[in-house]
């Protein structure tokens, strides 16, 4: 939710972004991961600024409290420091991801596209009758309900009202 939202700030790559929110979480978990990543979407739809630069993403993580000051992560962000890591997820991320946004629900399955709402109120339906506790959890959701008028788990996966896995709706 956004005070201005201009959406004229520059297009930059996210790979810097993606580090810097990476390392927040793994060495300080994800309420400074949130904070940061609150803190990069203010500066690139409000202010309009290149959220990839050094000395934005420097401000913006020693604000945040995952550096002790923007020397320390202007340091950090100039060595390479989980670039393989971000580049790896991104990579296996995009086999997975089929288009924006994803929507992912309880951490198991989630819809892909830009879907009209009677879609997600059939999804929403349905996941409300499953036991999550009896789904295993996976390493990437399951995709769900292409559209609403297609069987839920065409042609992937999703959780029956027992929990059990079933490809068909």
């Known amino acids: 939710v956004f005070a201005h939202r201009s959406f004229e700030g520059p297009t930059c790559s996210s790979v810097q972004p993606h580090r810097v929110m990476y390392y927040a979480f793994k060495e300080h978990g994800s309420k400074v991961q949130s904070a940061l990543v609150r803190a990069i979407y203010k500066a690139l739809f409000e202010e309009d600024l290149d959220v990839a630069s050094t000395p934005v993403l420097a401000t913006l993580a020693a604000r945040c409290g995952v550096f002790k000051n923007e020397n320390e992560a202007s340091v950090w962000l100039e060595g390479d420091d989980l670039r393989e890591s971000v580049q790896a997820i991104a990579i296996e991320a995009a086999k997975k991801i089929n288009g924006v946004p994803l929507t992912i629900f309880a951490q198991k ?44 788990c065409s042609p992937v996966v999703a959780a029956t009202a027992n929990g059990n896995k079933s490809d068909d709706s």
């Open 109 to 152: 399955f989630c819809v892909g596209g830009s879907q009209p709402s009677a879609c997600y109120e059939k999804v929403l339906k349905k996941l409300a009758t499953c036991d999550f506790s009896a789904c295993p959890a996976t390493s990437f959701p399951k995709h769900i309900a292409a559209t609403a008028d297609a069987p839920m």
